[in-house]
């Protein structure tokens, strides 16, 4: 007798709901301190999953989501380049 398999849940940075993994999006902080989006989800590092909706990566941002969960102190300058590296590629991936 086999028990359905269990689906791993991740909560968001911005709203704080949990979300499927698959839905989500992971930002890490890889072992060189280096910020980028994880589309695979298999990058090495430390890992931070919020919505695919801008409103939640402005919340996370606003109240200091990301730095909560690297543990660090995040430049403007890295939040602006994850929202573009986010963003675009989720409007690339609508119009293909």
Known sequence: MKGQKKIPERMCL???????????????????????????????GRGAYICRNEECFRRAEKEHGFERAFKSKMEDAIYETLRK???????ASKES
Do not use: L, W
């Open 14 to 44: 911005g709203c704080r709901t949990v979300h499927p993994k698959k839905d989500m999006i992971r930002v890490v902080r890889s072992p060189e301190n280096v910020y980028s989006v994880d589309m695979t989800g298999k990058s090495p």
């Open 85 to 91: 590296e986010i963003f675009q590629d989720e409007a």
